[in-house]
Every structure is written in structure tokens, then in C-alpha cells.
């Protein structure tokens, strides 16, 4: 099983223009295929009377899903430089289709290689990338006396500190990467003074920001 991968972390919209032609790239993380094909389908009804509707999606453990279409560019025009501007990036679980609407100048085949390619970078830029990671999370409990030791090393480590409740003693959900349990863990209980409290909860998968 992976432990991490790489994806977009939102939704984007951007639009160029290129020799009178415009091209508006859509991107969109897709869990499967069918969020990918509901989301292509999503556009070509919002463009209904675009000229193309060129796309490419990578879904799945090891990039185990890859499809792509030129719908109707000369091939290997259009859905293949989409295809590779999310291989550059490593990115899986992501669709990106570009629209394309007619000016009426050619642009030739390294033109329209050229416009599809910048039009899918502005859109996976834009969307913004987050590597997705086996994380782990403990339900922890600590005297309010060493809440600011803990939430000051926190602050150094790559951990989250969330759900904080207080009662009779602070009570937060200490999340982080499951391949760094066995540095921040302990880093953390020794800034409570070894006095806090934790158990363990389940492992799932959770964004953390690209290095």
C-alpha cells in the first residue's frame, strides 16, 4: 500500500487567450474514474458549443487509471501534453480538461502542443498541489501547566494540533505522518514533562503541504 502521493488540493478555473483562440483550463482532484468523467461531463454541458473539450485524468494507487483525449485536435496534440504536465508533477487523482473555442487562426501542431500545455500548468497551478499521507493521530490529555511547552515545540514539528477542548485539563487531537512517529511523539511528550496522556487513534490518509 502507498504511504503518500501527490494531488491538487482544490478546484481551478484559468483562461488564455492564444492567436484569437481561447483556452480555459479546468482542474479538479477525482477520487475514481467516475468523479473524473462527472467532472469532464460538468464542463462540456457549462461549454456546450466549444470546439474542443480536450482532458486527461491519472487516478489510483500507482497511477493505475490514465486516460486522455484530443477530441478532434490532430492527435497527440492536446490530451497527451495534458497527460505530461501532471506527470511532471507526479500528480495522481486529478482531471484536467481544456476548452478550447475557435479564432479562426491556425496554430499548427506545435502551436496547439505549445497553447494545451500552458493552459493545463495555469490550471494545475492555480488548483495548487498537497501530498496526501499516511497520517497518523493520537487523542492526547495534559495539565493546563504544560499546555504552552507542548503547543510551543508543536509549533517546531510536523505535527497538528486540533479539536482543542478545555475542561478540567486540555484535551486535542496531536495528528501527524505516520512515518514520523517515532521522532515527534516522543519530542512531544517530553515537552509535557512526560505528563501527557494519549491513545492512539485510527491512520488516514490527509493533505500536508508540498516541500
Aim: net charge negative.
Amino acid at each position: 500500500m502507498i504511504s503518500s502521493y501527490i494531488t491538487v488540493s482544490g478546484t481551478s478555473r484559468e483562461e488564455i487567450l492564444i492567436n484569437k483562440s481561447r483556452f480555459i483550463g479546468y482542474c479538479a482532484p477525482c477520487e475514481s474514474e467516475t468523479e473524473a468523467l462527472a467532472f469532464l461531463q460538468g464542463i462540456r454541458d457549462e461549454h456546450k458549443t466549444a470546439t474542443h473539450h480536450c482532458y486527461a485524468y491519472i487516478v489510483g494507487e500507482n497511477s493505475g487509471i490514465m486516460r486522455y483525449s484530443d477530441d478532434g485536435e490532430p492527435g497527440g496534440t492536446a490530451g497527451m501534453p495534458i497527460m505530461d504536465v501532471m506527470r511532471a508533477k507526479s500528480v495522481v487523482n486529478c482531471c484536467i480538461v481544456v476548452v478550447r473555442y475557435f479564432g479562426g487562426v491556425l496554430l499548427g501542431t506545435g502551436g496547439l502542443v505549445r497553447a494545451y500545455t500552458q493552459s493545463a500548468q495555469a490550471a494545475l497551478g492555480a488548483a495548487g498541489l498537497a501530498r496526501i499521507e499516511l497520517t497518523s493521530a493520537e487523542e492526547c490529555e495534559i495539565p493546563y501547566s504544560v499546555w504552552d511547552r507542548v503547543r510551543y515545540a508543536a509549533e517546531h514539528l510536523p505535527v497538528r494540533i486540533e479539536n482543542i477542548r478545555y475542561g478540567s485539563s486540555v484535551s486535542f487531537t496531536l495528528s501527524f505522518r505516520s512515518c514520523d512517529r517515532d521522532t515527534v511523539l516522543p519530542a512531544v511528550l517530553e515537552a509535557s514533562g512526560r505528563m501527557m496522556e494519549s491513545i492512539p487513534l485510527d491512520e488516514c490518509f490527509s493533505p500536508w503541504k508540498t516541500e
